[in-house]
């Protein structure tokens, strides 16, 4: 049986674009969620007729009421594995706690350095002449939990954000896939910060 998998995103959804794209033997895609109606990831989602549901932080009047939402939402799908796809909103306490050590995410740098909703410009502004993308579990913290794996790209003097987020983009559909495909046929352990896919 293929895993369970719920995606949850922001923008564009081009990471889930990439999963709705590839061979899904390991895993199907069985929801997907987005913080804002306009999520050009729902439409993607919707031409597969794939179920999706929109918790927007402004029709609650707290975050928790928010996360708690979320955490129902999520968890009507019955998902092995929750992976977030440029969902730009930290996750609160009731998500965490539900999928604990079964929440992926992607981040547009190389971790530890740049986490945050600007790892792009941030390394950018550092001056770094290489920069990436890391695909991490979910821990409490921001961008800080144990790495699946990364992907490096090169950053030429006259790059600005866009070119190098798209470049970026480039190798990070290939690796959440790849990662993602793993993790559902295989799982993994955690050991502190290490994680083993066998
Ligand atoms: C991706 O590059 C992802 O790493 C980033 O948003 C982009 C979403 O692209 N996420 C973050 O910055 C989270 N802090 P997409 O909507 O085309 O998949």
């Given at each position: 049986m293929p895993a369970r998998?719920?995606?949850?995103?922001?923008?564009a959804g081009?990471?889930?674009q990439a999963l709705l794209d590839a061979d899904q033997h390991a895993f199907q895609i069985v929801g997907v969620v987005a913080d804002r109606p306009?999520?050009?990831?729902?439409?993607?989602?919707?031409?597969?007729?794939?179920?999706t549901l929109v918790v927007d932080p402004r029709d609650f009047p707290d975050r928790s009421a928010w996360d708690a939402a979320l955490a129902h939402g999520i968890a009507d799908w019955s998902p092995d594995w929750v992976v977030?796809?440029?969902f730009m909103r930290i996750l609160?306490?009731?998500?965490?706690?539900?999928?604990?050590?079964?929440?992926?995410?992607?981040h547009p740098a190389l971790?530890?350095?740049?986490?945050?909703?600007?790892?792009?410009?941030?390394?950018?502004?550092?001056?770094?002449?290489?920069?990436?993308?890391?695909?991490?579990?979910?821990?409490?913290?921001?961008?800080?939990?144990?790495?699946?794996?990364?992907?490096?790209?090169?950053?030429?003097?006259?790059?600005?954000?866009?070119?190098?987020?798209?470049?970026?983009?480039?190798?990070?559909?290939?690796?959440?896939v790849d990662i993602v495909t793993r993790l559902c046929s295989e799982g993994c352990t955690v050991d502190g910060r290490r994680v083993t896919i066998p």
């Open positions: 998998i719920v995606v949850l995103v922001s923008g081009s990471n889930l306009e999520a050009q990831g729902l439409v993607r989602a919707r031409s597969r007729d794939i179920p977030c796809a440029g609160g306490g009731a998500v965490l706690s539900a999928f604990s050590q079964r929440i992926v995410n992607t971790l530890p350095a740049f986490p945050g909703a600007h790892g792009v410009r941030d390394a950018l502004d550092y001056g770094v002449r290489v920069t990436g993308c890391t695909v991490h579990l979910i821990d409490a913290g921001v961008d800080t939990g144990p790495i699946l794996g990364q992907a490096a790209v090169d950053v030429g003097t006259d790059d600005d954000v866009e070119a190098v987020h798209e470049r970026i983009k480039v190798v990070e559909r290939r690796l959440l």
